[in-house]
């Protein structure tokens, strides 16, 4: 393991001339906000340094080069896998104070913004020029986009327009030297040369530190119509998502609650079916009134077909608002609920949706613990909450983790969707990649990073 050099009073001084004594942060009282994410694990960092440009960012790791130093990139902390989370103290390199959205170019479909710029408000900004950025992380209030390339986020929209990744045609980065690139383009095709943006994009901070993006942008759809079904089987509901997507139809939005997390958070149910159910689907589907009514009228048959007990329509603006507050509510209760709260994102083929929840309840039986399962019905991207009334059952639980991933692997899935790997997974790559991919890997990590001082300890072991 690297041995890094702490912080000195010289060091200290170095980088206060370098990035200027208002982007550092020292106060102990300040210092523990930036010790972890969303997640579980927290390690205190000797030092914040809050950017404000790339050439910031560049001289902060040109010094860690230097001087050898951990350097952790954050966006807004909102991850769930501890990518953001400083495993060997040294500097976390804030980046919430890069936050504003350089031009919207509605003739381009194009928006630049810099990598500190709250998911929602890019939403909102380009909504005004008639314009629509699909990817929605649940946390999008509160997340970044600088964060949500770094993890290529999903979100319920996943399902019709992709994950984060299809939506940034270009950036800049900062590599662990200190240089600055811009990868991609500015328009919708380019291949000159290996493809440096996707790499960045997904890679967790420990390739390079994002600065700017380019990003794509669609019209913004003409009407959003919301559908609800019931039903008295979770795996009912899932045979249902697989009947709608088999049969050609593709919603902007498809997502499943289990019956424990209706339970949760039923006082805000405003159907009264759904305080019965075992399983709540929420399914949207978006373009023009009459072609998205027909096929609401399909897709309303189809879960009728497959035993649900009610199907409601959501079509106003207020009732769509309150289910959405709901499948966005799950986790914050869920969390507040129980003292032992560990998540997985796990992602299966569409066609084993049914038998992975149907296996649940056996798992939940053979590990004492108490599931709770929602998520990304439309492809296959299931939240499995794992919760327990003792921090001493945690052990349990992780084996239970393990046999659960390797269930997925068997079924052709994979054990993460969306949350990345960080330093919550790491001890798990091994089961899906072979040790000659985690080889290649990891030399490719040396060529960007060879002193290992951005992100360090993170995806590998």
């Known amino acids: 393991m690297r041995c890094y050099t702490?912080?000195?009073?010289?060091?200290?001084?170095?980088?206060?001339?370098?990035?200027?004594?208002?982007?550092?942060?020292?106060?102990?009282?300040?210092?523990?906000?930036?010790?972890?994410?969303?997640?579980?694990?927290?390690?205190?960092?000797?030092?914040?340094?809050?950017?404000?440009?790339?050439?910031?960012?560049?001289?902060?790791?040109?010094?860690?080069n230097i001087y050898s130093f951990p350097v952790t990139p954050r966006g807004l902390g909102t991850g769930l896998a501890g990518g953001s989370v400083p495993l060997f103290g040294g500097v976390v390199l804030s980046l919430?104070?890069?936050?504003?959205?350089?031009?919207?170019?509605?003739?381009?479909l194009v928006a630049v913004v810099e990598p500190g710029v709250v998911t929602r408000d890019l939403q909102d900004a380009v909504r005004r020029e008639?314009?629509?950025?699909?990817?929605?992380?649940?946390?999008?209030?509160?997340?970044?986009?600088g964060g949500n390339a770094a993890t290529n986020?999903?979100?319920?929209?996943?399902?019709?327009?992709?994950?984060?990744?299809?939506?940034?045609?270009?950036?800049?980065?900062?590599?662990?030297?200190?240089?600055?690139?811009?990868?991609?383009?500015?328009?919708?095709?380019?291949?000159?040369?290996?493809?440096?943006?996707?790499?960045?994009?997904?890679?967790?901070?420990?390739?390079?530190?994002?600065?700017?993006?380019?990003l794509k942008l669609i019209p913004h759809p003409q009407t959003v119509t919301t559908l609800v079904a019931f039903f008295p089987r979770l795996t009912s509901a899932m045979n249902a998502v697989t009947a709608m997507l088999v049969r050609g139809h593709v919603p902007c939005a498809l997502e499943f609650l289990d019956d424990r997390c209706l339970e949760i958070t039923g006082d805000l149910l405003p159907f009264k079916?759904?305080?019965?159910?075992?399983?709540?689907?929420?399914?949207?589907?978006?373009?023009?009134q009459k072609v998205i009514e027909t096929e609401m009228e399909?897709?309303?048959?189809?879960?009728?077909?497959?035993?649900?007990?009610?199907?409601?329509?959501?079509?106003?603006?207020?009732?769509?608002?309150?289910?959405?507050?709901?499948?966005?509510?799950?986790?914050?209760?869920?969390?507040?609920?129980?003292?032992?709260?560990?998540?997985?994102?796990?992602?299966?083929?569409i066609g084993k949706i049914a038998d992975m929840v149907g296996y649940l309840h056996e798992f939940e039986e053979r590990y004492g613990i108490r599931v709770y399962s929602f998520g990304h019905a439309g492809d296959g991207n299931i939240h499995v909450n794992i919760t327990a009334e003792d921090h001493k059952c945690k052990d349990r639980a992780e084996e239970g983790i393990a046999d659960l991933l390797r269930l997925v692997?068997?079924?052709?899935?994979?054990?993460?969707?969306?949350?990345?790997?960080?330093?919550?997974?790491?001890?798990?790559?091994?089961?899906?990649?072979?040790?000659?991919?985690?080889?290649?890997q990891k030399e490719i990590k040396k060529v960007f990073d060879p002193l290992n001082i951005l992100n360090p300890g993170k995806i590998f072991e």
């Not at 930036?34 to 790339?54: C, F, H, Q, R, T």
């Not at 600055?180 to 997904?202: C, E, F, N, Q």
């Not at 990345?420 to 091994?430: D, E, M, R, V, Y």
């Open 409 to 440: 692997l068997s079924m052709g899935g994979t054990i993460s969707g969306e949350h990345g790997i960080g330093l919550a997974k790491k001890q798990f790559l091994p089961m899906e990649l072979s040790a000659e991919s985690i080889r290649v």
């Open 96 to 108: 919430a104070r890069m936050n504003r959205i350089l031009s919207i170019e509605k003739d381009n």
């Open 153 to 214: 986020a999903g979100g319920p929209s996943c399902v019709k327009y992709g994950t984060t990744r299809d939506y940034v045609l270009g950036l800049e980065a900062v590599l662990p030297s200190g240089e600055i690139i811009v990868a991609g383009v500015r328009t919708r095709k380019g291949v000159v040369g290996y493809d440096l943006r996707h790499l960045l994009l997904g890679s967790e901070g420990t390739l390079g530190v994002i600065t700017k993006l380019i």
């Open 6 to 64: 702490p912080i000195t009073p010289e060091i200290l001084e170095e980088i206060k001339r370098e990035v200027g004594p208002d982007a550092v942060i020292r106060a102990a009282g300040k210092l523990c906000e930036y010790e972890k994410d969303a997640g579980g694990d927290a390690y205190l960092p000797e030092l914040v340094v809050e950017a404000k440009s790339s050439r910031q960012v560049g001289a902060l790791l040109r010094l860690a």
């Open 273 to 288: 079916a759904g305080r019965s159910a075992k399983a709540m689907l929420i399914v949207e589907t978006d373009g023009i």
């Open 130 to 145: 008639g314009l629509f950025y699909p990817p929605d992380p649940a946390s999008l209030e509160t997340c970044s986009i």
């Open 298 to 349: 399909a897709i309303g048959k189809i879960c009728m077909e497959q035993g649900a007990s009610d199907v409601v329509m959501a079509p106003d603006s207020l009732k769509r608002a309150r289910i959405w507050e709901i499948r966005r509510e799950v986790s914050l209760r869920i969390e507040n609920r129980y003292p032992l709260y560990l998540h997985e994102d796990i992602v299966v083929p």
